[in-house]
């Protein structure tokens, strides 16, 4: 019977959602199916994970493992893998991931598909070429490593429950050599574009970074996230972390707005996996309208504060 271990991110004492969506998808799959979290006291996020699919957490939960710093993180996933035997080991696409698939994949020579949308046990899916085809990709290693793209899957609760197992931890000397001096986070209030069920995104047709104001105003009122193109990021108006697309970050909420957005490939590429696509453009020759649900061709500086002010109402009625 396969074998499949998911590593577990988390960030400020909750397991990231598109880990969670990992094991769900692993759970569909079938087979055994386990998890691992790796951290410094992490161990009371284990039991909720069964519901998710894990039928076992394992749990590395040490002092020294606080610093998210890949190569500790590799020797406790390579050390599993060789005494569980795990054949597969799939991973939800962030930074630390892509360091502690890469290392795992040189410490056990096994190979690791990146971009992964679905996986079926023994293929995955991976978008290619700007995501205008989609490919089959295998694993001619015997251990199969993979990161599934951020926000390509669902977090879908099962119901079941974990047994909560603990890892023993031994370090290798030259993991031990890196030290975290610092980690900053951005400032941000509400969910991160990343988790979020309502994006609003605001491009060059704003006409300022003072303008991203609107584009907040509407964002709070529903409750979602503010996300941009890369136009506006490179402009300054907005930071990088917010930036959607081919060299930004892929998200798929439920509702996107898009804000003065011409609706280039490279854009698209990253919001086309949400489920609702509304556009507000004054063009109404623009692109982003050949994708969209709804269309408003109109000036956004009218139609955003009063579909932010009647959304309000909404609420508040
Ligand atoms: C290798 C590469 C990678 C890239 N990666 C990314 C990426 O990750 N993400 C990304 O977004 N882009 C990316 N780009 C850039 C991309 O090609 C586009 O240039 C960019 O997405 C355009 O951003 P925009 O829609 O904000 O601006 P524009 O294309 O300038 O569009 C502005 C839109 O606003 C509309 N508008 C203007 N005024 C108003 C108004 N008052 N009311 C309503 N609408 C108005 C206009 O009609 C226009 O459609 C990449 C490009 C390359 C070459």
């Known amino acids: 019977m396969a074998k499949t271990l998911v590593f577990l991110e988390h960030h400020e004492g909750a397991v990231a959602k598109g880990s969670l969506g990992v094991l769900a998808k692993a759970a ?65 696409q962030s930074v630390l991931a892509a360091d502690v698939a890469a290392g795992l994949a ?34 001619s290693s015997p251990v199969r490593l993979g990161i599934f793209r951020a926000g390509a899957l669902d977090a879908v609760e099962t119901g079941g429950s974990a047994e909560v197992k603990d890892v023993a931890v031994q370090l290798e000397d030259f993991s031990t050599q890196a030290e975290m001096v610092e980690q900053a986070h951005a400032e941000q209030q509400g969910p991160s574009i990343e988790d979020a069920d309502v994006i609003v995104a605001g491009g060059r047709g704003l006409g300022g970074p003072e303008n991203f104001a609107l584009v907040e105003g509407l964002a709070k009122a529903l409750g979602g996230a503010v996300a941009a193109t890369r136009a506006v990021v490179d402009a300054g108006w907005y930071p990088y972390s917010a930036q959607v697309g081919q060299t930004g970050k892929n998200v798929s909420p439920k509702l996107y707005v898009a804000c003065g957005i011409s609706g280039a490939i490279q854009h698209k590429v990253g919001m086309q996996g949400s489920n609702v696509i509304v556009a507000i453009n004054k063009d109404a020759n623009a692109p982003i309208f050949e994708f969209s649900d709804l269309g408003v061709v109109g000036d956004l500086h009218q139609v955003l504060p009063k579909l932010t002010e009647l959304i309000r109402a909404r609420k508040a009625g």
Do not use: H, I
Request: aromatic fraction near 8%.
């Open 106 to 139: 040189a410490r056990l020579d096994a190979g690791l598909n990146w971009g992964l949308v679905d996986f079926d046990g023994e293929t995955g899916k991976a978008p290619q070429l700007q995501d205008t085809v989609v490919v089959d990709v295998g694993w």
């Open 28 to 92: 569909q799959v079938g087979g055994e199916v386990a998890a691992v979290l790796v951290g410094s006291d992490v161990r009371g996020l284990a039991a909720g994970v069964g519901a998710y699919g894990a039928a076992t957490v394992w749990v590395a939960d040490e002092a020294t493992l606080a610093a998210p710093l890949p190569q500790p993180r590799v020797d406790v996933l390579a050390k599993l893998v060789s005494d569980e035997g795990f054949d597969t080991v799939l991973f939800a």
